[in-house]
């Protein structure tokens, strides 16, 4: 049985029924059904694009709020690195995680530290002989998710490390822990200041882990006003920040790549430009390519639909803050090479696709009959009929979710003849 927690919703109060959704969904997980939009759960996976394209607002994420945690004796905020480009004439992060406290949190962790700490393993593990190449970034949790869905052939390729947000989640509780040894493990929640839905799924839904260290997501912008009120009460903030260069680079599309140092390396962004690129590695076209990042957001993770600033701008402002920082403000020492808990500690597999049927030959013999009906269907792609295109009208027809009298050209023509 399928159970994906998603973060992305749908409000059938606000649908319309037009399909702006359906047609960019790069999953093709959306029909419109009894004049509304219909989520394929097996098929979403949280990227956001159908939130940005829908004119009537019916599409929303779903997050957690800070008062939800209330309960919990500590409390540590993983602001993402997009979150500092979100403000004008910021001088200093530190001034946005003095306000986190302010805001109620007791301990910050910066991801874009546990960024830096990554990207120096990163160039170690790709130093090792064998690997499948080109590795492919699984810092974005929407391109892992897609690689395992409509890529599966490419799952190996995955850089097998875990995402800074969870190596920064770990490694804040271990020092909160160490901090404070009045505490236990279950007082202290972690929460992540999330850019987009799809990493608020990856907390309720772990990738490569058994399970997240971090306890919840909240959205960059519902705290945005909270902290940018705080801010402007701070004329001295506290030191705390202890991010580089390449830390805060992490939150636009190429950042995690340069940081590589490698020569063969290729950055795309955009959930369209990143399906054409995992074509082309799938037929062999990129076989040259060492390391391969891959954002499912427009300029990366400053582009995500949990943000506020528009993402050029937010990358323009990242760009002056990081001026006066040193490369990386994090290195990991000779002794911690590749320890073994920065790896996926759980395999990744197709998670969620529907099969035709779990019988091969049955599997193949509707495959026929989907490809025999498309044949007959107008090849317009035109969305009327509900699905994105006619190939997906021939699936659902096979799988029994439409008819062949869904599509509307093909039936005003039967009705011409008669």
């Known amino acids: 049985m399928f159970s994906y927690k998603h973060s992305v919703t749908l409000d059938v109060s606000k649908c319309k029924g037009c399909t702006n959704c359906i047609k960019r969904c790069p999953t093709e997980a959306i029909r419109v059904r009894d004049g509304h939009a219909v989520i394929k759960e097996d098929k979403c996976i949280d990227c956001g694009e159908c939130i940005r394209l829908c004119p009537y607002q019916a599409k929303k994420p779903t997050y957690d709020k800070f008062e939800d945690f209330a309960h919990y004796k500590y409390k540590i905020a993983l602001p993402a690195p997009a979150l500092y480009g979100q403000f004008d004439e910021l001088d200093e992060v530190d001034y946005i995680l003095t306000a986190l406290l302010e805001c109620g949190f007791d301990d910050v962790y910066e991801v874009s530290k546990a960024a830096e700490i990554i990207t120096e393993h990163t160039r170690r593990y790709m130093k090792k002989d064998g690997l499948p190449k080109p590795v492919i970034s699984s810092a974005c949790p929407a391109i892992v998710r897609l690689i395992s869905l409509r890529f599966p052939c490419l799952v190996e390729n995955l850089l097998p490390i875990m995402p800074p947000i969870e190596y920064a989640a770990r490694q804040a509780r271990k020092e909160a822990l160490a901090a404070h040894p009045e505490l236990k493990d279950e007082d202290i929640c972690v929460l992540f200041i999330s850019p987009c839905p799809a990493k608020i799924s990856y907390i309720k839904n772990p990738i490569g882990v058994g399970k997240s260290a971090v306890t919840g997501g909240l959205a960059i912008s519902d705290l945005y ?86 993402p050029f701008i937010a990358k323009a402002r990242l760009r002056s803050l990081r001026k006066y920082l040193p490369i990386s403000g994090n290195h990991v020492t000779e002794s911690e090479a590749l320890s073994q808990d920065i790896f996926y500690d759980v395999e990744i597999v197709n998670n969620g696709a529907e099969r035709l049927s779990e019988d091969r030959a049955t599997a193949i013999a509707k495959m026929v009959e989907i490809e025999e009906i498309y044949r007959t269907l107008p090849h317009l792609d035109c969305g009327s009929c509900g699905a994105p295109n006619c190939h997906a009208l021939a699936e659902d027809i096979v799988r029994n979710n439409a008819k062949m009298s869904d599509c509307l050209i093909r039936l005003r023509e039967e009705q011409k003849k008669n």
């Not at 909270?226 to 390449?246: D, F, N, Q, V, Y």
């Not at 390519?289 to 506020?308: D, R, S």
């Open 225 to 310: 006003f909270k902290i940018r009120s705080k801010r402007k009460h701070i004329e001295i903030p506290k030191t705390l920040s202890s991010t580089g260069i390449i830390g805060l680079n992490w939150a636009g599309s190429g950042g995690e790549a340069t940081s590589t140092l490698l020569d063969k390396y290729l950055a795309a962004d955009g959930i369209e430009n990143c399906i054409k690129v995992l074509d082309e590695i799938e037929n062999g076209t990129f076989g040259d390519l060492e390391f391969v990042e891959l954002n499912a957001c427009i300029g990366g993770c400053v582009g995500g639909t949990l943000n506020v600033e528009n």
